[in-house]
């Protein structure tokens, strides 16, 4: 059949669409930062899953094992000044980190989201109250706030989720200011009106017609939202404010540092910590970059 014989549904069964598997596929071959962040983000998520299955976590904690030894085959990253096995401690401490980075960048970004499509879609004194509250708390200093309030805890009181409250605590207002500026534009858009003319309630627009194109922007709030909190719990522990007992890697750099580890020699107690942070922020940069751009047409790149 030649082409001046094939009628359009012909030529649309010829031509398929590619899935969208393959498109998300295609798009990080594309995006080198983005694939080497997720590759980076798999090996740590390994390396805590892997080590957890068949390292003592007791061993994370003072007491544990013999003082100062250097890296060796029986301590692979060494012992620290209070006894611990840095192995146990990397792998504990990654997992806690990472814990509060999901906890409180997810909080963040669902009270972002539920504030932002509230203010923009529904409108009114609503949106003027959510928006003004939003613009007299961005400028305030988010590590004051979090100093403040760590400084202001019994330490006895201060756990993993505690810490992670603490940094979620105005985690929500980034996200609520970027969703809301979403959906005013999207509510505007020829379908939300043809789903209004339909009949449709506004919980089926905001869930079936909007939301899921902001899912992309979502995705991205929320890394946004975990570098951020991974940063705030990492600056908080190196201070001093955090679980002081907790392997949290900056829990460890504070301990290291206070014990003065590079003029002792044990050069290996603080670089360990320092080495997963800087990989875990990095990773996360490329992660929220890439998903930035995928959300973003205007700064995507063309193939």
């Known amino acids: 059949m030649t082409l001046a014989n094939m009628t359009p549904t012909s030529v649309a069964g010829t031509i398929s669409r590619p899935s969208r598997r ?9 995006n080198k ?42 301590y692979p990253f060494g012992t620290d ?34 504030l932002g499509f509230i ?24 590590l004051l706030i979090q100093v403040v309030v760590a400084g202001s805890l019994d330490k006895r009181d201060v756990t993993i989720v505690t810490m ?16 809301r500026a979403q959906v005013l534009t999207m509510k505007e858009r020829q379908f939300v009106a043809v789903a209004k003319l339909s009949g449709v309630s506004d919980m089926g627009i905001i869930f079936k017609e909007i939301l899921p194109n902001l899912l992309p922007f979502i995705a991205a709030a929320f890394v946004g939202q975990v570098f951020g909190a991974v940063f705030a719990s990492f600056y908080l522990a ?3 404010l955090g679980p002081l007992r907790e392997p949290l890697l900056g829990n460890i750099i504070w ?41 973003n047409p205007r700064v995507r790149k063309t193939e």
Request: with cysteine; glycine share 12%.
């Open 22 to 30: 393959t498109l998300t596929l295609r798009y990080i071959r594309r």
């Open 164 to 179: 992670a409250m603490i940094v979620a605590m105005l985690a929500w207002m980034g996200p609520t200011l970027v969703i």
């Open 255 to 295: 301990a290291a540092q206070s014990q003065g580890a590079f003029f002792n020699g044990w050069w290996w107690w603080p670089l360990e910590p320092a080495f997963a942070m800087i990989l875990i922020l990095g990773a996360l940069a490329l992660v929220n970059m890439g998903l930035d751009e995928l959300a």
């Open 238 to 240: 190196v201070l001093g």
């Open 33 to 74: 930062g983005l694939a080497i962040g997720l590759a980076i983000l798999v090996v740590l998520a390994l390396f805590t899953i892997i080590g957890l299955l068949v390292i003592d976590p007791k061993k994370a904690y003072p007491l544990s094992a013999a003082l100062k030894q250097p890296p060796s085959l029986k």
């Open 81 to 114: 000044f209070f006894g611990r096995d840095l192995l146990a401690a990397m792998v504990v401490g990654t997992w806690q980190t990472a814990f509060i980075g999901v906890l409180a960048g997810g909080i963040g970004t669902l009270v972002g989201v539920v």
């Open 119 to 142: 203010a923009a879609y529904f409108g009114g004194w609503i949106d003027a109250g959510i928006r003004t509250i939003c613009q007299i708390l961005t400028p305030i200093p988010v």
